[in-house]
């Protein structure tokens, strides 16, 4: 799997090298993933320092993004990672015949 990383900030080598680990860790929840896109923006209005993370996972017929966001970026990844995690799970249940 692809794992491309587009951030308005530096990202530490330690903090890519966490993602793409943390990344490839879907394919054990879905196979078919080709790849994987994560945003990072500084957040805009009530909170300047609010990051959001956006997480595109490309699966053939679909993609799955889901975003979140904190003041502190890796956290702003974990949890964004977990829902995707989640998600991807339900969807392969759901492609699944009974």
Known sequence: ?????????????MQKKHIENTMQDLTEYEDRITQSEIYFKKGDGSNPNEVSCTIR??????????????????????????????????EKKARRPY
Request: net charge negative; charged share 30%.
């Open 1 to 13: 799997m692809k794992v491309l990383i587009e951030s308005q900030f530096a990202l530490t080598d």
């Open 57 to 90: 996972t490309h699966i053939p017929g679909n993609d799955v993004v889901i975003t979140d966001s904190d003041d502190d970026r890796m956290k702003a990844f974990n949890d964004a990672f977990q829902r995707s995690k989640r998600q991807l799970i339900k």
